[in-house]
């Protein structure tokens, strides 16, 4: 079944912009075009800033009950995008499942390069309809932008002229939108800054860039766009300059296709149910946030980051063995323990005597090499004897640091199923829908149960008596051994 993906217009378009891109992709996509406030058929709602475009984006996904979706954003609508994802990574605006973003020509979530004389040239063609100053402040659909300029700004943002429908269409948007939400943009949104409110997204997306764009090409968005996300690939569209999904919507749809198949339709789908729970009051934003980080499917051709590339196939053969997982969708836990050897972000525990994790598995996963190259059963044969301590090791690991590293390290294989999202509705695990931000009043508070009375100091202890030979027996260590 195709996936929604909520797609955001441009400056002085809407909807329509992407009617051809909807043919398209509909094998795949299910494209479920927005207008903005100020655009299209929503050219008479106020609310232009990139917050209120961006909760009137978020009110349109909750409305629509998607548990599983996508965002494409095109310039003015890339903003808007990249802030609702930042907002539904961090957990902040109560939405789960977004997959991946699309960002066509988009302006970014810093200032988006525009020179001065032509701001206010953009600005001009506005105020030379309906000065502003005559502008009732509730009139959110103040007149437009006169025909000439609308001729004049869909020729400057295309490499060649359109085809006369598709050129009559996009006028006619530029027509459609409000004079007062065109100015908001220019002199305000454009200007915003967002880029400090949110760390890198880790959501998968792909940039798009006419080869021909002036203020937002292929060098602008490598700059601009791509450190704010730390799974993007970006990509430059020959004979195009902005408006892409009216110049070029073929390959822009091919682009997105390949896309699509190699990096979104892979690992498991959280079950709608489950989807509705993550995203409900009951589970904090904290948590919010770290069940979309685990629920984003995985990229099998990324390079490792803590382990050598043989060394991530060894350990992913190993993981096969350690946690079977059936059918197509799994998740890549070899890769995912790659991220947090990177990070360090394991449980702080290894055996007494090992040496550090990124050390420990790179040893181990070079003793078992050679075994993980052979037949399944004889990888299951070598488990067996790495797990009794009998397994010949010819490195600086021995059988028995080889043993204990191999206990450790299906733990770790072990907590990064576990811990996905579908792994936890497949388990029926609901243990983190403990209430959400807010403090809720259960029975057992209500009662009182949880009152505190007026502290008063205990008693003095007796000492303990002394029991022969306890001198001699071992403490239990901590400081991260086990």
């Not at 599983?68 to 109560?94: C, I, P, Q």
């Not at 000065?131 to 103040?142: L, M, Q, T, Y």
Request: aromatic letters at 6%.
């Amino acid at each position: 079944m195709p996936t929604p993906i909520f797609c955001l217009h441009a400056l002085g378009s809407s909807s329509r912009e992407f009617d051809l891109l909807r043919d398209l992709l509909a094998d795949r996509l299910e494209l479920i075009g927005l207008d903005l406030p100020g655009f299209g058929g929503s050219a008479a709602l106020p609310g232009f800033t990139v917050e209120e475009m961006s909760a009137h984006v978020e009110d349109a996904i909750r409305s629509h009950g998607a548990t599983e979706w996508a965002l494409l954003g095109h310039s003015l609508g890339g903003k808007v995008a990249s802030v609702v994802a930042g907002r539904t990574m961090d957990g902040s605006n109560g939405l789960f499942g977004l997959r991946a973003v699309v960002l066509l020509a988009a302006s970014p979530l810093s200032p988006e390069p525009m020179s001065d004389e032509r701001r206010q040239s953009m600005l001009a063609w506005a105020q030379d309809v309906t000065p502003f100053r005559e502008v009732a402040s509730n009139d959110a659909r103040a007149a437009g932008i006169g025909l000439a300029h609308a001729h004049e700004f869909i020729t400057a943002n295309t490499a060649a002229p359109l085809s006369p429908d598709r050129d009559a269409t996009a006028v006619d948007d530029v027509l459609r939108t409000s004079a007062r939400a065109w100015a908001a943009w220019l002199r305000h949104g454009s200007r915003e800054d967002w880029s400090r409110q949110f760390a890198p997204n880790p959501v998968p997306a792909l940039v798009l860039a006419g080869a021909q764009d002036g203020d937002l090409d292929a060098d602008a968005q490598r700059e601009l766009t791509l450190p704010r996300w730390t799974a993007a690939e970006l990509h430059e569209v020959p004979g195009a300059a902005h408006l892409l999904p009216w110049e070029r919507p073929d390959e822009v749809a091919s682009l997105v296709r390949d896309f699509w198949d190699r990096r979104v339709r892979t690992g498991p789908s959280v079950p709608p149910a489950w989807a509705r729970l993550i995203a409900s009051e009951r589970v904090s934003s904290r948590t919010r946030r770290e069940l979309a980080a685990r629920a984003l499917p995985d990229d099998p051709a990324r390079s490792p980051r803590a382990l050598d590339d043989t060394q991530l196939e060894t350990l992913r053969v190993l993981a096969a063995h350690a946690v079977p997982q059936p059918g197509p969708d799994a998740v890549d836990l070899a890769l995912r323990v790659d991220d947090q050897l990177a990070r360090g972000s394991g449980d702080g525990w290894r055996p007494d005597g090992s040496p550090a994790d990124v050390v420990a598995y790179r040893a181990a996963l070079d003793e078992l090499r050679a075994a993980a190259d052979g037949a399944p059963e004889d990888v299951a044969a070598v488990l067996d004897r790495v797990a009794a301590g009998t397994f010949p090791t010819v490195g600086a690991m021995g059988p028995e640091q080889l043993r204990a590293w191999w206990e450790d390290a299906t733990v770790d294989l072990v907590r990064q199923w576990i811990g996905h999202p579908a792994t936890m509705a497949a388990l029926d695990y609901d243990g983190f829908a403990t209430g959400g931000d807010r403090t809720l009043v259960t029975g057992f508070g209500a009662l009182g149960g949880a009152a505190r009375e007026e502290w008063e100091p205990p008693p003095p202890r007796r000492p303990l008596p002394v029991v022969s030979g306890a001198e001699d027996r071992v403490r239990p260590t901590c400081g991260g051994t086990r």
